[in-house]
């Protein structure tokens, strides 16, 4: 079908049409045809119908006979009777039979035998009878039911009409003329439905014909209608889309494809337009070839008429040598101005000549070259610069007249030389050498004096416009010779003129001695007077001048003492701005320092007193009273919120901000977000997500302390400007196309966190203001929403001393989103590091109030009753703390989990547990001396500490040769951790060869209270290990008859049980020896600094000293101890603000304590003395005359009252004064405002220990 289609699209249009004029011819044929069809059998059913008529006229005959016979009884009329009914009967017959003779016989032999016996059924026409027997046999092969309807008919009217026969021929019998009638009747009724039949089917034939003629005329209408828009659409179709690619190429389109490819008149026309699209688009291609610079093309003319060809070849070749001499120009112009731009300056003779040889060898890639200076007075031409030449000294001199540089000297003509001599100088290179091609001599002459040659030789022709080119500079060369050979003849003269006016003045001295001397001398004096008049003037004229040029270095000297009095002038304001700056910036610090303390301390008074309220002990406070205080708490504790915002505000802006970078994690970053403001979303029914790209680095470089904070003053503010919809955290890479404001933060080197929001949005013109102190978007008295303004001003120095910036988007009612940009990785300095100040010890600010509740670092067992024994876990990993964490409560025992060592003793205190384990990455991370703070507390010193993998004192640490803590790893030192908890009597060996040692490992291990056996060998050792039972041994390596290494490897083979095993040696292990010992502990010491301690925290793992019983009974807790510790308890309050005594000593007394007063630390001393039965002091750090850390420094040197318990209170709170606190002698730590809950754990844990 394809196939035809794509034929009949290639007629031509004559073809098309002439195919339409049959096709309507036919159609025409068609409708005739099938008219002549239906009109003949229309025919048909007239002559079944006439046959009715004969059949009925012929039994008519008979019966009409028949009653002629009844009237006369003649014969005759019985069987003229009895004939015309047997032949009614026979056309009957010979219709009916047609089926079975359609069988049979043939149509013609049917139509003879029926024209033959009723020749007037058919109107004596034979052709009637054929059309009959055709579509009598056409109407049986649709099997009608009119005809089966008329057959049945006919059949039982021809039954009757034989009863009738047969009661005719009865002689014998009387007709029943009522029973004949009604037969009669009934044929007729037969013979008158099959008429009814006959018409329902000539009906039928009607309808037919009609529809026929209706289908037949709508076919072809059809077909015509669909042939002929073919037609036309093959004609129309593509003539439109040569007229809208003859429109395109009217407006400069020459590639519109043009898709026809029929092979009628069309596609010819199309063909044509395709050649004439073709050559346009070669004149384009051309043209643009041309305006890019490719001028060696050219177009072939078609024929002798192409003139647009032509005219573009012509055009080529014109622009063709316009450009070259444009080249040419621009060549040679650029070839000046660069010699010219060489060539400025004041240079020596040898580097004007050698720059100026340089460039022109360069600019005209000449291999060789030389610059000969003529020297007037020896009249020789020495060599200045050279290029190429071997041997220069050769030819170093040059008299005029001799070789061809001698020769152009003298001629001052121009040479250009292409035979080359065959003794010129060779091209050398580093793989061979050549000889020139062309030689280029050039006088260097100007107003007409000779002042040198320059020779240039090349192994290439050296073409007109380059030898133009060398005319035309020859002369700037010539004149910059000139004029350095002037200069340089200048500055002979004036120092020749400077030695002779020295020369003169001391010439002057001696004639005026010679004058005095020779007095009487007249003549000889004249004469010399003469001559001196002479060399006065000369020494006048040279005296001028140089008077004149002292003068003008006096002015310069002037110039300069005015510049350096300028510049002290500006060193000195600039000195004493600084100072002025250095001062402030020590106002501003000592003020920050100050109002931290003077305003938390009236703001400590508050909240004590207002909770004491709040309690009502003593019930005589109404509801509405204790409202009112709750009230005043609260807004205490917002007010103290406010305090530590401004000051955070107030040490960023005073440099006093630390920032302490390290490598954070984003899931750590994520898993807190959630932790921290989850509930705070389902509260609010807001859609909170945290989402992490994966493009996002695994760790970041920055403070994660900070980055928190950034965090959560904009998750702060996303949830309290939404009320419904969503909030999303997303962190992902900074796409490299993001442009941000800092120089130093580049988009491809960061990372991007963003907080979005559906809430209230920030209008355009305030999204500057949000980001400035104490701003807010709406700041009116009638506002919704209540705040500070100062996170977002927080949050934005924040990122920027971390390095980033924050930016925001925001559209009204529709939402906000904040972004901070950090880098992955901190340049070597930290951009918003604070610069400290001399006087940084006393004057440091708060850094955000320490809380009252600890937050969780993970979920852990803080707030589920602890009915047995506890473990604080130190690790700064989130994954892997959750991981421990399980692993140590599979084991039984209660979990307190914290990130760092300051949160871990918050929790020591307050929770009393049995133990505590290290992560190895904190100590990777932070080093040993993180560990400080538990060693130095006065109850975390006496717990068993155990440290995953600990290493200590091996520089060349491999991780990879350390093993990984797993589950097996905690259970072991968990079940340690029991059977050392819960075991009464426990014994160490001492394996030591050194008395003196062994003697400190004892002393060491004395305060844990077990039973110690000592040895120097290791077989005494082996033997005791084998016969007794030890819960730990410290073992030294170098032992006189065997090695520590070989004791244990002994032990192993005679399958004895090796206790807990501590090395504790002085030599110095290689990773392969540490590796070995690794298989029997993980605790290796090395002997040296805090080796002491280290042993001690070691032992402590196994021998936990600290009073504890059997399982059954767990030891005691903070929180289970009774308050009845507190009666009679006598303690001393040391503040200079009377407000904290007042409060202090209220919420004591109320626990029954008696309470002492003392209001700085020089009283106190005084007090402690006076009262030597004090159970604990409480001391605050900034007093007038003597401050709390002097105060406590005093205290411990004094003997009878160094022991007493001391907490340090302070509303200071920086990292270093809980150190420098513990230093001076403090044995625990509380910073203000205090918390009344966590004041009276503190005071459990003193007064009970």
């Known amino acids: ?538 020494l006048r004229v040279a005296n001028e001048e140089l008077e004149e040029r002292t003068n003008q270095l006096e002015i310069q000297k002037e110039e300069i003492e005015q510049k350096n009095s300028g510049l002290s002038l500006a060193h000195e304001k600039l000195e004493t701005k600084a100072r002025e700056l250095e001062q402030a910036s020590q106002y501003k610090s000592d003020f920050l320092a100050n109002m931290s303390h003077e305003l938390r301390t009236p703001l400590n008074s508050l909240l004590i007193l207002s909770g004491i309220m709040v309690k009502n002990k003593n019930g005589n406070l109404t509801p509405e009273d204790i409202e009112s205080a709750k009230i005043i708490n609260k807004s205490g504790k917002d007010l103290l919120q406010l305090i530590n915002e401004i000051l955070d505000l107030s040490k960023i802006e005073a440099g006093k901000m630390t920032i302490e970078m390290e490598q954070v994690s984003p899931l750590d970053v994520k898993s807190e977000i959630l932790m921290d403001f989850k509930h705070q979303a389902e509260k609010k029914g807001l859609d909170f997500h945290v989402d992490v790209a994966d493009d996002f680095p695994n760790t970041i470089e920055t403070d994660q302390l900070r980055l928190s904070q950034i965090i959560k003053n904009l998750l702060s503010n996303a949830f309290k400007f939404t009320s419904k919809g969503s909030i999303r955290v997303s962190m992902q890479r900074v796409n490299g196309d993001s442009k941000l404001w800092r120089d130093d933060l580049k988009s491809t080197e960061s990372c991007s966190i963003s907080v979005t929001d559906t809430g209230v949005g920030i209008p355009p013109e305030k999204k500057e203001a949000i980001f400035e102190a104490f701003q807010q978007a709406d700041g009116s008295t009638s506002r919704k929403y209540g705040g500070t303004g100062l996170g977002l001003s927080i949050s934005k120095e924040l990122a920027r001393m971390l390095g980033g910036e924050i930016h925001l988007e925001s559209e009204v009612d529709k939402g906000s989103s904040f972004t901070l940009f950090v880098p992955v990785k901190q340049s070597t300095k930290a951009p918003g590091k604070a610069k400290p100040t001399k006087k940084e010890e006393e004057l440091k600010i708060d850094n955000a109030n320490e809380a009252v509740v600890l937050p969780k670092f993970i979920d852990d067992d803080r707030d589920v009753p602890q009915n047995g024994s506890s473990v604080v876990l130190i690790h700064p990993n989130k994954e892997e703390a959750t991981s421990l964490y399980y692993q140590i409560h599979n084991n039984s025992f209660h979990a307190l989990v914290a990130a760092n060592v300051q949160d871990a003793i918050q929790l020591i205190e307050s929770h009393q547990p049995s133990a505590v384990i290290v992560g190895l990455d904190l100590l990777m991370e932070k080093g040993e001396a993180v560990l400080d703070p538990l060693r130095l507390h006065a109850y975390a010193s006496k717990l068993p500490m155990h440290i995953i993998n600990p290493v200590e004192g091996i520089i060349e640490r491999n991780i990879n040769d350390l093993p990984t803590v797993n589950a097996t790893n905690i259970t072991q030192a968990i079940d340690k951790m029991k059977t050392q908890l819960f075991t009464e009597s426990q014994k160490i060996l001492v394996i030591e060869d050194d008395d003196v040692t062994r003697q400190l490992i004892k002393s060491i291990l004395t305060p844990t209270n077990v039973e110690i056996d000592e040895t120097n060998t290791g077989k005494e050792a082996l033997k005791l290990i084998s016969t007794n039972n030890y819960d730990c041994i410290v073992l030294d390596l170098g032992l006189p008859d065997i090695t520590g290494n070989e004791l244990l490897a002994k032990l192993t083979d005679n399958k004895v049980k090796i206790p807990n095993t501590i090395i504790y040696t002085g030599k110095e292990l290689s990773r392969d020896e540490h590796r070995e010992l690794s298989k029997y502990t993980n605790s290796i010491i090395l002997k040296g600094l805090k080796s002491d301690e280290r042993l001690m925290d070691e032992v402590s793992l196994f021998l936990h000293q600290v009073a504890t019983t059997a399982p059954e009974n767990p030891k005691v807790k903070v929180t289970e101890i009774d308050d009845s510790i507190f009666k009679g308890k006598k303690v001393l309050v040391v503040d200079d603000e009377i407000r904290n005594i007042f409060a202090l000593g209220k919420i004591l007394e109320e626990k029954e304590m008696d309470v002492l007063e003392a209001e700085n630390g020089k009283i106190a001393i005084d007090v402690l003395k006076e009262n030597n039965n004090i159970d604990l002091v409480l001391m605050d750090i900034m007093m007038p005359e003597m401050d709390g850390y002097e105060a406590m420094s005093v205290i411990r040197k004094t003997p009878e009252i160094k022991d007493i318990p001391i907490i340090c209170l302070t509303a200071k709170a920086m990292k270093d004064d809980y150190q420098k606190a513990i230093t001076s002698g403090a044995n625990d730590y509380l910073s203000k405002p205090i918390d009344e809950n966590k004041l009276f754990s503190m005071l459990k844990i003193w007064l009970y220990n």
Not at 249 to 277: C, H, M, W
Not at 299 to 319: F, R
Not at 448 to 470: H, Y
């Open 1 to 538: 079908m394809h196939f035809i289609i794509k034929k009949f699209k290639d007629w031509s249009i004559k073809s098309k049409l002439l195919l339409l004029t049959i096709l309507t011819l036919l159609s025409i044929l068609v409708l005739s045809l099938t008219s002549s069809f239906f009109f003949s059998t229309s025919r048909t059913l007239s002559i079944m119908i006439n046959g009715l008529r004969v059949h009925e006229s012929i039994l008519q005959s008979g019966i009409d006979n028949f009653y002629n016979y009844q009237i006369t009884k003649e014969p005759k009329y019985r069987e003229q009777s009895a004939f015309y009914i047997d032949r009614s009967n026979q056309l009957v017959a010979d219709l009916l039979k047609l089926r079975e003779d359609y069988k049979t016989k043939k149509n013609h032999e049917i139509a003879s035998y029926l024209f033959e016996g009723f020749p007037e059924v058919y109107n004596y026409e034979y052709a009637n009878a054929e059309l009959l027997v055709s579509r009598f046999r056409l109407l049986n092969s649709l099997k009608s039911q009119e005809m089966d309807n008329s057959r049945n008919h006919s059949k039982k009217a021809m039954e009757l009409t034989e009863q009738i026969k047969n009661q005719l021929l009865q002689s014998d019998v009387e007709i029943d003329i009522n029973s004949l009638q009604a037969n009669i009747e009934f044929i007729q009724n037969h013979y008158s439905n099959i008429s009814l039949e006959v018409n329902s089917l000539s009906h039928k034939f009607n309808s037919a014909l009609i529809w026929a003629m209706l289908i037949i005329s709508i076919s072809i209408s059809v077909l015509f209608l669909i042939l002929s828009r073919y037609i036309s659409r093959s004609i129309t179709i593509p003539v439109r889309e040569m007229v809208d690619n003859f429109q395109q190429i009217a407006k400069g389109n020459y590639r519109q494809p043009l898709n026809i490819v029929t092979q009628d008149e069309i596609g010819a026309l199309a063909r044509s337009f395709r050649s004439i699209q073709t050559d346009f688009q070669n004149v384009v291609s051309y043209t643009r070839k041309v305006a890019n610079g490719d001028l060696g093309i050219s177009l072939i003319p078609k024929s002798k008429e192409d003139e647009l060809s032509v005219s573009l070849n012509q055009m080529v070749k014109t622009l063709k040598h316009s450009k070259a001499q444009n080249d040419e120009t621009l060549w040679f112009r650029s070839g000046v101005n660069n010699l010219n731009d060489e060539l400025q300056g004041d240079h020596d003779l040898n580097d004007v000549a050698n720059k100026a040889l340089n460039y022109m060898t360069a600019f005209l890639r000449a291999e060789l070259g030389a610059i000969y200076v003529f020297q007037e007075e020896q009249e020789i031409l020495n060599l200045a610069a050279s290029v190429g030449i071997p041997d220069k000294n050769q030819y170093k001199n040059i008299r005029l007249g001799h070789g061809l540089v001698g020769q152009t000297a003298t001629t001052h003509k121009f040479g250009h030389i292409k035979d080359v001599p065959a003794d010129y100088f060779s091209i050398f290179s580093g793989t061979g050498e050549m000889m020139p091609t062309n030689i280029v001599l050039v006088p260097l002459v100007y107003n007409n004096a000779l002042w040198g040659v320059m020779e240039l030789a090349a192994s290439k022709t050296i073409t007109d416009p380059e030898i133009d080119f060398i005319k035309a500079v020859k002369d700037t060369i010539t004149v910059k010779i000139a004029s350095t050979l002037a200069r340089v003849k200048l500055e002979t003269l004036l120092k020749t003129t400077q030695e002779q006016a020295s020369e003169l003045q001391v010439q002057q001295e001696e004639l005026r001695v010679a004058n005095e001397e020779l007095a009487e001398q007249t003549s000889i004096l004249t004469e010399n007077e003469k001559k001196l008049q002479v060399q006065q003037e000369e």
